[in-house]
């Protein structure tokens, strides 16, 4: 079979993992019980109730307005990475207030889960060279949101790559290449059997020197548990948090030997 190739990609023979370039490119000249599956599923389908005043959906696809750009994200009820969930909608509306104090502009960014885009998209516009993430099977629809909703605007265009959390992510992300200021999570943590993986991967990409961002919907009694994890590992604050739809934000960074984690 005939390898695809592609500026800024590595593709493997089997079609499956893609791997950014690291080498950042010039920017572009022309721009309390667990719920289950079930619950989850009618949060999907309920959720979109709550964003009225900024969202607008129709025939599977929802329209947002951040930096004064119009948004349009294809979703599917298919799997949890094809929906647009309340903790990435928080964290672009953050980022898009708080632009003095988390400044994007030409910085190297990885978001994981990035599920439909949106996050991915928000951060692009705002001046960041971006790795999405995801589990191979929702990268399609990633991809073709991310390249409707950036092609001409960007000042980096967005790559996509497949990413499975866990143990193989040292050998697919080597440390010594691949190297971020952000990473970028949103409704990450839900349920499902992945938790420890989840925060392997994070600890390996939130090296000194950058900053991760996690936004969440705060659903089951495992958040809180995996929320006392995060916050052994990594210097934790809260950014913000916003009780009407309990969604949390929170920053991290490497912990440094000695110290103590705060809120």
Known sequence: MEIERRPGLH??????????????????????????????????QNR??????S???S???????????EISIRESLDSFGAVVWPGAVALCRYLEKNREQVDLLDKAVLELGAGTGLLSIVASLLGAWVTA????????????????STRGRCRY???????????????????????????????????HSFLEDLLITMQH??????TLLWANKMRFQSDVHFIENFKNVFDVTMLEEIPQEEVRIYQATARKSGQKHHV
Not at 59 to 69: C, I, P, R, V
Not at 133 to 148: E, H, Y
Not at 205 to 210: D, E, V, Y
Request: hydrophobic share 30%.
């Open 55 to 57: 969202v607008f959906y």
């Open 48 to 53: 979109r109730n709550a964003w009225e005043p």
């Open 59 to 69: 025939l599977g696809s929802e329209t947002f307005f951040f930096t004064g750009q």
């Open 11 to 44: 593709v493997q023979k089997e079609g499956i993992r893609k791997q950014p370039d690291p080498v950042k490119p010039i920017p572009n000249n022309t721009e309390e019980d667990d719920l289950d599956g079930e619950d989850m599923q009618k949060e999907a």
């Open 133 to 148: 993430t995801d589990l191979p099977d929702v990268l399609s629809n990633l991809n073709f949101n991310l390249s409707r």
């Open 205 to 210: 990409f939130c090296k000194p020197g950058t």
């Open 157 to 191: 265009t967005p790559q996509v790559a497949a990413l499975v959390w866990g143990q193989d992510v040292k050998r697919d992300f080597p440390s010594s290449i691949y190297n971020y200021d952000y990473v970028l999570c949103a409704d990450v943590v839900y349920h």
